[in-house]
């Protein structure tokens, strides 16, 4: 470790015009009534084969909503696909099949133009050797559950919104494929971890002032944080202990420092994260904004390998990301959404991954 220092809430399958078989077939089959069995076509684009795969969809994930920067909203979805554990977004034009194993995070998309999938590994970018080695992960062997954390004195009572600003020099990525990629199965653990009412996970572009600063520099972190400042008062978003809270990063194109993914306040409200990094770069700065520490993070066994909980300080190419946090810092963050910040020291420690 290195330092230096409202939405509405979808309760049902949303109506979409879909104009393509698979997103037709989703809606369908949720608007039967859930779980339900759909048969969608698994080879890519381009591929000749008329193989099926098959999706169970297991349960609407309540409490979750997610805003498009086109303003456009997602509904997330617990599922299995061919097999195994999976996350689903349905957005405007949208289908996405998230799933992390042993052979790392894959995305199988459908949009409303095609019958067949595209496949996406991270964003769909170029990308080094390195990061695409800590991309490997593995999902938990048996499902996480809230066993060992105390309950939450303000559960069902509070809300935590993470504001993410997609840097103008990002190309090649759409919100749905980094919300696929970096977001949905994290939101879907925080909802469960955070033991709130609702978690929103919200996508800004095209913001002059926020978007478009320069991001090249040592001190990139403490111009964002201030930034942001005439957003929240214009907009509302100051937090409420106990009740609300809000979280802003800025999202890159590339390291924001030879070797380093992100920055995040100890329990702040900022943080910038590298869409070049891992798929747990964002899981791993909103950890720190939600007082989660390295100290309490740790190399455990998905398997018959060696995985990385999502505030582990120094990435090993050799291991996978287990996609989780540890019992510690779970509690940590649970205490913090009951209204326990860290103290003014802490809040001034810069956390770098």
């Known amino acids: ?31 039967a009534g859930l779980p339900q069995r759909v048969a969608l076509p698994a080879g890519d684009a381009e591929a000749r084969d008329a193989s099926s795969g098959e999706l169970v969809v297991t349960s609407l994930v309540e409490g979750l909503d997610t805003a498009f920067s086109d303003g456009t909203r997602g509904t997330h979805y617990m599922a299995t696909w061919q097999g195994k554990p999976a996350v689903v977004v349905r957005s405007a034009g949208h289908l996405d099949i998230t799933v992390a194993d042993a052979t790392g995070v894959s995305i199988t998309g459908y949009s409303g133009d095609t019958e067949r999938p595209h496949r996406l590994r991270r964003d769909g970018s170029a990308e080094s050797a390195a990061a695409t080695a800590r991309a490997v992960a593995s999902v938990a062997d048996e499902p996480p559950t809230t066993s060992g954390l105390s309950p939450n004195p ?34 879907v653990d925080m909802r469960r971890v955070l033991a709130v009412r609702r978690v929103q996970t919200v996508y800004r572009r ?48 590339d390291a924001i420092e030879p070797g380093h993914y992100g920055r995040a306040w100890l329990g702040g409200d900022h943080a910038v994260a590298s869409l070049n990094g891992p798929y747990t770069v ?6 720190h904004t939600l007082g989660g520490v390295h100290e309490d993070a740790s190399v455990e066994w998905s398997g018959f390998w060696p995985c990385e909980t999502n505030l582990y300080s120094h990435s090993n190419a050799l291991r996978r990301n287990c996609y989780r946090y540890t019992p510690e810092n779970q509690r940590r963050m649970r205490e913090y959404m009951a209204g326990a910040l860290p103290d003014e020291g802490e809040r001034r420690l810069e956390m770098v991954y």
Do not use: N
């Open 206 to 253: 095209r913001m002059p002032g926020l978007t478009d600063i320069p991001r090249h520099d040592a001190d990139l972190l403490g111009r964002w944080t201030l930034s942001t400042q005439r957003l929240v008062m214009r907009e509302g978003l100051m937090p409420i202990p106990g009740h609300s809270w809000f979280k802003f990063m800025l999202l890159t194109p």
């Open 1 to 31: 470790m290195k330092i230096l220092a409202v939405c509405t809430v979808v309760l049902a399958a949303p109506a979409f015009a879909s104009t393509s078989g698979p997103l037709r077939a989703f809606d369908e089959a949720v608007a």
């Open 154 to 187: 303000h559960e069902g009572l509070s809300t935590v919104g993470f504001h993410m600003f997609v840097h103008d020099d990002v190309e090649g990525s759409s919100d749905q494929h980094i919300h696929a990629g970096y977001v949905a199965w994290w939101a």
């Open 282 to 287: 964002i899981a791993h700065e909103y950890g």
